[in-house]
Every structure is written in structure tokens, then in C-alpha cells.
């Protein structure tokens, strides 16, 4: 293994020269330190880790807070953490994955410890815990994601965020529905304890959603739910009997987008023909549901990579620019289509499934159309 003494020799000089070089301790005339930094890339010299840390107060690490918590979809938060861990690579440091749930208390960690240079923290809440740490911390921090329910408030936290313009996402989306005729429409949306928890891309997504409807005169109705079978039929079901005339559904759930499609089949109800379908949700997800799905990607290598790049500039010493948000992409797919001249309600449904649930078609008469723009969770 090649040592600092190895490359002293190979440049010519002391090991002590070489060590202020890579501590950056002493100042160093350019062409000793250009002979040195030739040497160690000719050598492929890599200083250890601790030592550096030592000497230099850095340890080319990154920590990435994921709390793992109820109700989020795990592929797509493994797909940011990925985005953040190469793009990381590329620019010379590693990264720390903390999955716990602990809050301020992690943020303290990492920063009394010192055990990482800058910290990249996602599932930012509305009123994040968290927050008043990362502003008071030595160690620069950027969010995934915006701590506010306005897009117009975000660079009010001192801090770096980037993101996808979730509320542009869902007024994207009944844009969408509204130019094809739809004036009822349902929200199929995060698990209940995403909204209950202040998840701030759910909220903002329903700002953008209702906010759309209002200016396009577009009734909504919002059902959280969990991407199970039954839970999907459970909400469906009372969708359809609350409102009859429901002409479209837009579903910010992933686990949520296959069972959904699976039940209106189920129901006799044929996609787009009886009931348009727009999803939030990852390329990938939308291309191979069993009907490609008319969706607002999600960008989550995009979102992680300027994460890791905003940090680097600011350990480089950039000041805090504060919020990036990416403008959603729709892209229209066979899922949605006009709505139908005559909304009625297709026949009844079919036999049971075989798990033995009971999966009613909707009522065509007697049921008194409610619509909810409060959604749930009390955002």
C-alpha cells in the first residue's frame, strides 16, 4: 500500500510538506503542491480516513437522513438515496445512510460527533422537528424536500432545499383532466399517516390540487389510503357511492396504482373509456402498470443528485441559495381520455374476488354528491 512517505520521496520532499498539502495547514508555493498532487495520482495514493480527518477536521463523508417511516414507498426513497450515494462518489466523498427515526436527536449526533462533513436530510415535514437543529448546526445541510405548504414560503428557512414542485404537480394534473371535459374528480392519496405526520410533498401536493379545481371549476374529493387490495376497494367504493358522476382519479400512491386498476376492471369500469386514471409517481411505475398510466413523473435520481451537488458547493463555500424546485413533467398516456357524455355508472360487479372481499359497482341512484377541498390530515 503506497504511503505519505512514499510520496514524498517519488515528489522530493519532506513528509511534513506532503502532509500540509493534503491539510492544507501551511501555505504551499503552487509548484510544490502541483509536484505532490502528480505524485499522488501517478502513486494512487489514498490518504486513511481518520488521519485525514485528524488533521484536516474533514472526513469526505455525507450523511444522508432517511428515516424510514409508515406509509412511504421505499423503492422510490431507495432510488433518491442511490442518486445521492453516486453522485456523491463522483465528487470524492462517501455516504452514511441513517434510517433511524430520531429526529433532532440524529442531527445532534452528527454534528457533536463530527462524524460527517454535511448532512442531506428527506420526509420533511411541515413543522420538521429537525429544522431549528440543521439552522443552528456548524455543518451546512440541504433538504429533499420544502418544510412549508406554499411553494412562496420555502425560502423563508434559511436552509437549501430541492424538490419537485409538488403543488405545480397536482394543479398539473387537474389542468390535465379539466381540458379533457372532467368536472368530478377523485384523490386517491397517501397512506393516512403520511398526512397525519405533516409530510410536507403530500400537503403541498393537495394545495396545487385544490387550488387547480377552484380556478377550473373541477369538483374533488380526497380519500387517503394504503396500497393494499382492500383498502383501495374500500376507498373506491365509497368514491363512487358518495359521487356517481366521478369521472377521473388522480393517485399520488404508488403501492395504491396496480390494485386500482386491478379493481376497475373488477368493476366493470374500462380505462379511459369510464374512468380516466392520472398518477404521481416514477416513470418506471407508470410505464408498466397493466394500463401505461397518464403521470407526472417523479424525479428522484434528479432530486438526489442536486442534493449531493448543492452540499458539495456549500462545503466548497458557497452561500445557501435556497429553494430549487423542478418544474413536473406530465406525460400523457392511454390512461386518460374525454370524459364521458354520460357518466352513469356501468352495471353491477362481477362475483367476489377470491380472497373473499365484497367489491359492490357503484350506486346509480340515491346517493347525494359530496365534495371535500379540505382533503385530510387537516392541511
Known amino acids: 500500500m503506497v504511503t505519505l512517505a512514499d510520496v514524498a520521496r ?25 509536484r505532490i498532487q502528480h505524485s499522488i495520482d501517478t502513486l494512487g495514493y489514498r490518504p486513511h480516513a481518520g488521519a485525514r ?31 445521492v450515494t453516486t453522485t456523491a462518489r463522483s465528487h470524492g466523498y462517501d455516504v452514511l445512510l441513517l434510517t433511524g427515526e430520531e429526529g433532532p436527536e440524529a442531527v445532534r449526533r452528527v454534528e457533536g460527533s463530527a462524524i460527517a462533513d454535511g448532512m442531506i436530510v428527506m420526509d420533511v415535514g411541515l413543522d ?29 428557512t434559511g436552509l437549501d432545499c430541492v424538490d419537485l414542485d409538488f403543488e405545480a404537480a397536482g394543479a398539473r394534473c387537474v389542468e390535465h383532466l379539466a381540458g379533457l371535459g372532467h368536472t368530478r374528480v377523485a384523490i386517491l ?40 387490495y382492500a383498502a383501495v376497494a374500500a376507498a373506491v367504493t365509497r368514491v363512487f357511492e358518495e359521487r356517481p358522476g366521478t369521472t ?13 386498476l386491478a379493481l376497475l376492471r373488477h368493476q366493470g369500469r374500462a380505462v379511459p373509456e369510464d374512468v380516466s386514471v392520472v398518477a404521481i409517481c416514477p416513470d418506471q411505475v407508470a410505464v408498466h402498470a397493466s394500463v401505461p398510466l397518464t403521470a ?40 386518460t381520455g374525454p370524459a364521458p357524455s354520460d ?24 346517493s347525494t354528491p359530496t365534495e371535500d377541498r379540505r382533503g385530510h390530515g387537516g392541511h
Open 296 to 335: 407526472v413523473s417523479l424525479p428522484a435520481q434528479e432530486m438526489g443528485r442536486l442534493a449531493v451537488e448543492r452540499l458539495v458547493a456549500r462545503l466548497a463555500g458557497e452561500a445557501t441559495r435556497g429553494t430549487e424546485l423542478i418544474p413536473p413533467l406530465l406525460t400523457a398516456r392511454a390512461s
Open 128 to 156: 420538521d422537528p429537525r429544522l431549528p437543529c440543521l439552522q443552528e448546526a456548524e455543518r451546512p445541510a440541504v433538504l429533499i424536500g420544502l418544510p412549508t405548504e406554499a411553494a412562496a414560503a420555502a425560502d423563508t
Open 10 to 34: 517519488h515528489a522530493g520532499v519532506s513528509a511534513s510538506t506532503v502532509s500540509y498539502v493534503l491539510s492544507g495547514k501551511r501555505s504551499i508555493s503552487a509548484p510544490t503542491r502541483e
Open 189 to 228: 392519496g397517501e397512506p393516512p399517516a403520511v398526512y397525519e405526520r405533516g409530510t410536507g410533498f403530500a400537503a403541498r401536493t393537495l394545495t396545487g390540487l385544490r387550488s387547480a379545481a377552484d380556478t377550473h371549476g373541477v369538483g374533488l374529493l380526497h380519500r387517503p389510503v394504503d396500497g393494499t
Open 343 to 366: 357518466p352513469a355508472p356501468s352495471g353491477p360487479a362481477p362475483s367476489g374476488p377470491a380472497d373473499g372481499s365484497v367489491l359492490p359497482g357503484p350506486r346509480g341512484s340515491g
Open 53 to 83: 480527518a485528524l488533521a484536516s477536521s474533514r472526513t469526505d463523508i455525507l450523511a444522508l437522513m432517511m428515516p424510514l417511516r409508515t406509509g412511504l414507498y421505499v423503492p422510490v426513497m431507495m432510488e433518491i438515496a442511490m442518486a
Open 248 to 260: 377521473a382519479l388522480v393517485v399520488q400512491n404508488e403501492a395504491a396504482v396496480e390494485p386500482l
